[in-house]
């Protein structure tokens, strides 16, 4: 049986070619070790059920660009699946441009807890910038808007409807912030998570012009940097970029851009794409 798995630092999807789904955290090597990659998998009781059944594993995860790192995910999931015969592992930016792609040469970009983009022409996956992370880049990501939010609430600056949410529904403090921020891992999941207050302010006027900042911000960067970039479809993939397609489509409108796919769980568009392979050969 085939498994297909699409992670970024905040979730992972797995779904079988049964179109069953499974969701564990995120495996992001940069921050887990095989060894921990392995003991959170063997924790999931629908996994486990499925464990000596899957023969092919394809998984997609955030900053699996390099061997070293690929290796990381590669020793957790031959530990698990004991019964492959077939293990792959690949960047979820490559995951992105074979979701959404709709037949033409398109920029495929992710806004999730973080961002990144690249141009498929169809065969190949061309990144013209790298990603930043959480501290140096990720524009118009969670993480991002998560980090502004904070900062913000700190200085003063948000509305005070928005603040209220902030400080009585999750007790910020300066110290605790500076605790999950500085001294705790996953600090890129854990700013992430404030991302949430955008949809749940009533101050929706600033937060849609925050959230248009921030898109700006990500098409300057990571739109703009291809040549000719408004003659090709611009897909998104991401819970970021589902939540705010209104605005994202203003963005690109305002950029001369056609907005194409987006899709805020892309393991199905993955699955179907994998199965098309297959039929073709």
Same mark, same amino acid.
């Given at each position: 049986? $085939?498994?297909?798995?699409?992670?970024?630092?905040?979730?992972?999807?797995?779904?079988?070619?049964?179109?069953?789904?499974?969701?564990?955290?995120?495996?992001?090597?940069?921050?887990?070790?095989?060894?921990?990659?392995?003991?959170?998998?063997?924790? =999931?009781?629908?996994?486990?059920?499925? @464990?000596?059944?899957?023969?092919?594993?394809?998984?997609?995860?955030?900053?699996?660009?390099?061997?070293?790192?690929? #290796? $990381?995910?590669?020793?957790?999931?031959?530990?698990?699946?004991? @019964?492959?015969?077939?293990?792959?592992?690949?960047?979820?930016?490559?995951?992105?441009?074979?979701?959404?792609?709709?037949?033409?040469?398109?920029?495929?970009?992710?806004?999730?807890?973080?961002?990144?983009?690249?141009?498929?022409?169809?065969? +190949? $996956?061309?990144?013209?910038?790298?990603?930043?992370?959480?501290?140096?880049?990720?524009?118009?990501?969670?993480?991002?808007?998560?980090?502004?939010?904070?900062? +913000?609430?700190?200085?003063?600056?948000?509305?005070?409807?928005?603040? @209220?949410?902030?400080?009585?529904?999750?007790?910020?403090? %300066?110290? %605790?912030?500076?605790?999950?921020?500085?001294?705790?891992?996953?600090?890129?999941?854990?700013?992430?998570?404030?991302?949430?207050?955008?949809?749940?302010?009533?101050?929706? *006027?600033?937060?849609? @012009?925050?959230?248009? *900042?921030?898109?700006?911000?990500?098409?300057?960067?990571?739109?703009?940097?291809?040549?000719?970039? #408004? #003659?090709?479809?611009? =897909?998104?993939?991401?819970?970021?970029?589902?939540?705010?397609? =209104?605005?994202?489509?203003?963005?690109?409108?305002?950029?001369?851009?056609?907005?194409?796919?987006?899709?805020?769980?892309?393991?199905?568009?993955?699955?179907?794409?994998?199965?098309?392979?297959?039929?073709?050969?």
């Amino acid at each position: 049986m $085939i498994i297909i798995a699409e992670s970024g630092s905040t979730k992972t999807n797995w779904l079988t070619v049964t179109n069953e789904l499974h969701e564990t955290i995120g495996f992001n090597p940069l921050f887990f070790s095989s060894e921990n990659i392995y003991d959170e998998l063997i924790k =999931h009781k629908g996994l486990l059920k499925l @464990k000596d059944e899957v023969t092919e594993v394809f998984f997609y995860g955030a900053s699996c660009s390099s061997d070293d790192r690929k #290796q $990381i995910v590669f020793d957790a999931l031959k530990n698990y699946f004991t @019964k492959v015969s077939t293990i792959k592992v690949d960047h979820d930016l490559n995951a992105a441009a074979f979701a959404t792609y709709d037949g033409r040469p398109g920029i495929a970009c992710i806004l999730g807890t973080g961002s990144n983009s690249c141009l498929f022409d169809g065969t +190949k $996956i061309h990144e013209e910038v790298p990603a930043l992370g959480y501290i140096l880049g990720d524009e118009g990501s969670g993480a991002y808007f998560g980090k502004k939010l904070i900062a +913000k609430y700190l200085y003063h600056e948000l509305p005070k409807a928005t603040s @209220k949410i902030l400080k009585e529904e999750y007790g910020l403090e %300066k110290e %605790k912030i500076f605790d999950a921020v500085y001294k705790k891992p996953l600090a890129n999941v854990y700013l992430a998570s404030f991302a949430k207050v955008m949809t749940d302010s009533p101050d929706k *006027e600033f937060m849609e @012009k925050f959230a248009e *900042e921030g898109f700006a911000d990500f098409f300057s960067h990571h739109v703009c940097c291809y040549k000719n970039y #408004q #003659q090709y479809p611009v =897909h998104f993939v991401g819970s970021i970029a589902y939540h705010f397609k =209104h605005i994202l489509k203003k963005v690109a409108e305002g950029y001369g851009c056609e907005l194409g796919v987006v899709d805020k769980n892309p393991v199905y568009r993955l699955l179907d794409y994998h199965l098309s392979l297959a039929k073709s050969l």
